[in-house]
């Protein structure tokens, strides 16, 4: 059974970076055809995808938080992070790390088989 698990800070400040690690049991984040996302959700908003790393290392990323978002992985650690640059309070949610198993991927907040429990953000000084 795979089971991930979200850490890192539930308060950063404003401008600062966000980072949090996913840290996967059960599979290894190199398995073929598996991907590692991570999907936000903030207050009064629905989910939302922000990047995706695949089992080859290729990584995808929202549109709308890229240049502010980094996904990188760890094989040793089996452990994947996300960091999300020059935050604000609108970045404030629940991040939770994802994944699945398939031929192709895509960055939308549907369609993954295992779910983080989720960590909760908040940006405030």
């Known amino acids: 059974q795979v089971q991930l698990q979200e850490s890192g800070p539930g308060l950063v400040k404003p401008s600062q970076t966000l980072s949090l690690t996913c840290t996967v049991s059960?599979?290894?984040?190199?398995?073929?055809?598996?991907?590692w996302s991570w999907i936000r959700q903030s207050p009064g908003k629905g989910l939302e995808s922000i990047a995706y790393?695949?089992?080859?290392?290729?990584?995808s990323y929202s549109p709308s938080l890229s240049g502010r978002t980094s996904i990188s992985r760890d094989t040793i650690k089996n452990q994947f992070t996300l960091q999300l640059m020059s935050v604000t309070p609108e970045d404030a949610g629940v991040y939770y790390c994802v994944a699945r198993r398939g031929t192709s991927c895509h960055l939308v907040p549907i369609g993954w088989d295992y779910w983080g429990q989720g960590t909760q953000v908040t940006v405030s000084s």
């Open positions: 790393i695949a089992y080859t290392g290729d990584t």
């Open positions: 059960g599979a290894s984040i190199t398995a073929d055809r598996s991907y």
